[in-house]
T-cell receptor, first 116, second 112 residues
Framework: NAGVTQTPKFRVLKTGQSMTLLCAQDMNHEYMYWYRQDPGMGLRLIHYSVGEGTTAKGEVPDGYNVSRLKKQNFLLGLESAAPSQTSVYFC???????????????FGDGTRLSIL | GDSVTQMEGPVTLSEEAFLTINCTYTATGYPSLFWYVQYPGEGLQLLLKATKADDKGSNKGFEATYRKETTSFHLEKGSVQVSDSAVYFCALSLQGAQKLVFGQGTRLTINP
């Protein structure tokens, strides 16, 4: 019963390096989301996807790119990491529009990313 | 736009105290309302939800009632435990919407 799995769980990068965070879900959900959580800021939506091959911008998309090549996977990329991107990143998924839209989002356990 | 406002934290209580965390919302339609809980080092988990006015969601001794007249969804628990220490998020979802709207979260600490 994996649910939403995020890899890696922790990572330290140097400024300017690039990396990709992977989110995988085994619930056949259509919608997937990437959030960042900073102290005192709650959750902020970075990008989201409403189906395979689609992506859309959230509140804070700058400096990030995403891809949804397979329904079960949603990748978040940092092209050139900056210290301001130090945060905890959460992935979430939920059933799509064909289901009851009151379905909650299911979250992964997060990736703690530090940019030095 | 649609928004959720939670009482500011942190909130610190003693074990067995009564808990209320206030949540009010602004929405253009008739939202579904959710409470999520985040334990230390973990992701968010759904705690309870309500999908229409006067519905009461409940789970693990927590309750919240959807009050359309006051646009509120306050979280309550009669007797808190140390294990309830966590961050609590109120959220709303509108019919047909693709995204949730979250409040800023309330950190709760329960002392033995």
């Amino acid at each position: 019963n994996a649910g939403v799995t995020q890899t890696p769980k922790f990572r330290v990068l140097k400024t300017g390096q690039s990396m990709t965070l992977l989110c995988a879900q085994d619930m056949n959900h259509e919608y997937m989301y990437w959030y960042r959580q900073d102290p005192g800021m709650g959750l902020r939506l970075i990008h989201y996807s409403v189906g395979e091959g689609t992506t859309a911008k959230g509140e804070v998309p700058d400096g990030y790119n995403v891809s949804r090549l397979k329904k079960q996977n949603f990748l978040l990329g940092l092209e050139s990491a900056a210290p301001s991107q130090t945060s905890v990143y959460f992935c979430a998924s939920r059933p799509g529009q064909g289901f009851n839209s009151n379905q909650p989002q299911h979250f992964g356990d997060g990736t703690r990313l530090s940019i030095l | 736009g649609d928004s959720v406002t939670q009482m500011e934290g942190p909130v610190t209580l003693s074990e067995e105290a009564f808990l209320t965390i206030n949540c009010t919302y602004t929405a253009t339609g008739y939202p579904s309302l959710f409470w999520y809980v985040q334990y230390p080092g973990e992701g968010l988990q759904l705690l309870l939800k309500a999908t229409k006015a006067d519905d009461k969601g409940s789970n693990k001794g927590f309750e919240a009632t959807y009050r359309k007249e006051t646009t509120s969804f306050h979280l309550e628990k009669g007797s808190v435990q140390v294990s309830d220490s966590a961050v609590y998020f109120c959220a709303l979802s509108l019919q047909g919407a693709q995204k949730l709207v979250f409040g800023q979260g309330t950190r709760l600490t329960i002392n033995p």
